[in-house]
Structure formats: C-alpha cells, structure tokens
C-alpha cells in the first residue's frame, strides 16, 4: 500500500513540475508521429469552437509499464502547413490541477475539455490538441511525450 500511495505522490509531483510555464510556442512535431509506441489514439469529438470530448484509447504498444496524464492540453492552429500555439487570452499565469490520471491498459478514457477561459471562441481553421502522457515504471525511471488530435471547426 506504501509502495502505490509514494507512485501516486511520485506521479502528481512529476505532473506538477511540468504542468508550470506559459504557453510559449512549443517546438512540437510537425505530424502526429509518436516517439515512442503505447498504443495510443486521441480522437476529437463533439467539436465546438469552445471545447470538446477527446477520446483516448489505448491498445497494445510496447514497454508499457503505467500509462498517465495531466490536465494540461494545447490547442495549435494549422497556419501555411506549420501548426503554431493557440496564444492564451489571459495575461494570467496559468496553472493546472496536478492529478494523475492512468490511462488503462486496453481501455479507453474520455476528457472533457473546455477552452474557452484559455483560448476564447475559436474561429473556423484546422487545428489539434495535444495531451503529454507518461509512460511510469518507478521512482526516475519514466518516458514522455506528446500526443495529438487533429479537428477542424466550422461555422
């Protein structure tokens, strides 16, 4: 029981530290290429120009220990075939809830996600969300990386 509650606190710890900053523009990949294979598909659903369902589903992989993520999400636009940040409307610092969420093996998760206090309405484009996941095997011993959506709003 020790063992699961120091992971948990290891986990929200390590979620925290990322979860600072500012939504700066990113070096994010130009595709929806996955540095490492867990398995995972991100879908968009029921898009709105203020938020949506991201559906996450996660099916075979490889080296999967834990599989987690955060609350934190980013919205780029696709502008001249790069995809940019979507700047935030807050001249607030932003912070996140710093809980873990497990992403269960096989399984499939759903995320209600409302932008419009970081974003505002978003007008007609295309554009993505990314959720960064963690791939968790013990104290030190973990992978990251960002993971895609692509969606399109119309009006």
Not at 79 to 84: A, I
Request: include cysteine.
């Amino acid at each position: 029981m020790k063992k699961i509650i120091a992971i948990a606190l290891l986990s929200i710890f390590v979620l925290a530290l990322a979860s600072c900053g500012s939504n700066a523009d990113s070096s994010q990949p130009e595709d929806n290429a996955a540095q490492y294979n867990w398995g995972i598909t991100l879908t968009a659903e029921n898009v709105t120009p203020s938020g949506l369902t991201l559906v996450c589903e996660q099916s075979g992989g490889e080296n999967i220990a834990q599989l987690e993520t955060g609350e934190e999400f980013v919205v780029q636009r696709k502008k001249n075939s790069k995809w940019k940040d979507v700047k935030y409307i807050t001249k607030e610092e932003v912070g996140w809830l710093a809980m873990a969420r497990i992403i269960p093996k096989g399984g499939k998760t759903t995320f209600d996600v409302d932008w419009e206090l970081l974003y505002g309405k978003l007008p007609e484009g295309e554009y993505r969300i990314g959720k960064k996941f963690m791939n968790f095997r013990g104290t030190g011993d973990f992978d990251e990386q960002v993971i895609y959506a692509e969606f399109s709003i119309k009006e």
